[in-house]
Every structure is written in structure tokens, then in C-alpha cells.
């Protein structure tokens, strides 16, 4: 089992960057596939994007291709999502995931963070 805390959420005016930290507990770190999720006022859960295991496969929801960045630091246990040129609509509480299998990663992951909130003014 693995253990996940987001941190790194705020207040951002549009254009603004933010940079979001998920930290897991246990050793088996590197053998999760890696991912982040939103759930914007009103909306369902969208994915936004994965890591594989070693980090050398990345994986973007289009609406945020070209602005954010997902890595990994496997030595700190920590996965990151780098976020540029927010907007309004990227107003929306983030979740790290964590999955065995990289095919269920996008869409049903094992194990979820409780949210960090990250809000984008106008």
C-alpha cells in the first residue's frame, strides 16, 4: 500500500505558474506508475497526466499539453506537476494517483491523495 500527500496548491493569477509536490510513503515507490487528476467546480475527474515507473514515458491530456510538465524523483519519493501559463478553467483540486499497471493509470488508478486546491484568477 502507498500513502499520498499533495502540497504546492494556491491562488495564481492567469499566466502564472505553479508547481505541485505528491510525496508517498513506503519503498516500493518506483514501482507505481505515476499520475494527476483534477475535479474542477461542478465537473467530473479528468486525468491530466501519467509517468511511467522510471519516468521515461510522459502522458498529457490535451488541454494541458505544452503547459505542464509531469517528473519524478524516485529517491525522494516524490512525483511533480509542473504547471505554466495557467488558466481560469485549470481552476481545480488536484489529485496524485499511483497504479501498478500503466494501463489502468489514466483511468482507475490503485491509490489516491486526499487533493490539493489550486486556484487561477482572471
Known amino acids: 500500500q502507498v500513502q499520498l500527500v499533495e502540497s504546492g496548491g494556491g491562488l495564481v493569477q492567469a499566466g502564472g505558474s505553479l508547481r505541485l509536490s505528491c510525496a508517498a510513503s513506503g519503498r516500493t515507490f518506483s514501482s507505481y506508475n505515476m499520475g494527476w487528476f483534477r475535479q474542477g467546480p461542478g465537473k467530473v475527474r479528468e486525468f491530466v497526466a501519467s509517468?511511467?515507473?522510471?519516468?521515461?514515458?510522459?502522458y498529457y491530456a490535451d488541454s494541458v499539453k505544452g503547459r505542464f510538465t509531469i517528473s519524478r524523483d524516485n529517491a525522494k519519493n516524490t512525483v511533480y506537476l509542473q504547471m505554466n501559463s495557467l488558466e481560469p478553467e485549470d481552476t481545480a483540486v488536484y489529485y496524485c494517483a499511483a497504479a501498478r499497471a500503466i494501463v489502468v493509470v489514466t483511468t482507475k488508478p490503485d491509490y489516491w491523495g486526499q487533493g490539493t486546491q489550486v486556484t487561477v484568477s482572471s
Open positions: 509517468i511511467s515507473r522510471s519516468g521515461g514515458s510522459t
